[in-house]
Nanobody, 123 residues
Framework: QVQLVESGGGLVQAGGSLRLSCAASGRTLNSNAMGWFRQTPGKERELVATINWNGGTTDYADSVKGRFTISRDNAKNMVYLQMNSLNPEDTAVYYC????????????????WGQGTQVTVSS
């Protein structure tokens, strides 16, 4: 059974930065694409960033391009999301997810999910 645990969320002022971490346990995910999603009340979960199995390929939602960076450390079974130049529209619960595929940008291809970490950006 795969467990994903997010950390690093919190309250930050607009223009600030946060780094989210996702620790995977239960099995190694070195062959799996990983993603960060976010969700606000009343809205569908949004795919923010994805990274392929070896970290060589990434993709981002237009709203975060140039501000967010996804990375992974397969030796540690960790995935990260560096978030810079945060604005209030980035306020959401952020989720880490793992796909069964080595690379995908399809939201429906993510199988394992963390419990989420709250990010709040004040203006």
């Amino acid at each position: 059974q795969v467990q994903l645990v997010e950390s690093g969320g919190g309250l930050v002022q607009a223009g600030g930065s946060l780094r989210l971490s996702c620790a995977a346990s239960g099995r190694t995910l070195n062959s799996n694409a990983m993603g960060w999603f976010r969700q606000t009340p009343g809205k569908e979960r949004e795919l923010v960033a994805t990274i392929n199995w070896n970290g060589g390929t990434t993709d981002y939602a237009d709203s975060v391009k140039g501000r967010f960076t996804i990375s992974r450390d397969n030796a540690k079974n960790m995935v990260y999301l560096q978030m810079n130049s945060l604005n209030p529209e980035d306020t959401a619960v952020y989720y880490c997810a793992a796909s069964l595929l080595p690379w995908t940008t399809q939201t429906t291809a993510y199988y394992y999910w963390g419990q989420g970490t709250q990010v709040t950006v004040s203006s």
